[in-house]
Nanobody, 126 residues
């Protein structure tokens, strides 16, 4: 059975940093692209970043470019999201997800990601 568990969320002041982890089990991680998404209350999930199975290609939402970094360690079956210079508008529940590819175009479409974790809350105070 496949499990994906997010951790590392919490409360931080604006300008601070957090590192989210997505720990996986029951799958061969290097066969999958991985993504991070976030969801604001009452809104649909939006793509934050994705990374190819090898880790060589990454894509980011424009609002996080230069502040967030997605990475992965296939040997440890984990994917990470380093979030720096956090802003109050980054406050959301963050989810990891997996699919076969991380394409350049429309990678953020949530319908193309069949498997999701449960999410971790990130709160950034002003």
């Amino acid at each position: 059975q496949v499990h994906m568990v997010e951790s590392g969320g919490g409360l931080v002041q604006a300008g601070g940093s957090l590192k989210l982890s997505c720990t996986t089990s029951g799958l061969t991680l290097d066969r999958y692209a991985m993504g991070w998404f976030r969801q604001y209350p009452g809104q649909l999930r939006e793509g934050v970043a994705c990374i190819s199975p090898s880790g060589r290609e990454t894509n980011y939402h424009d609002s996080v470019k230069g502040r967030f970094t997605i990475s992965r360690d296939n040997d440890d079956n984990a994917v990470y999201l380093q979030m720096d210079n956090l802003r109050p508008e980054d406050t959301a529940v963050y989810f990891c997800a997996r699919r076969r590819l991380c394409p350049k175009d429309q990678w953020w479409l949530t319908g193309a990601w069949p498997s999701w974790g449960q999410g971790t809350q990130v709160t950034v105070s002003a």
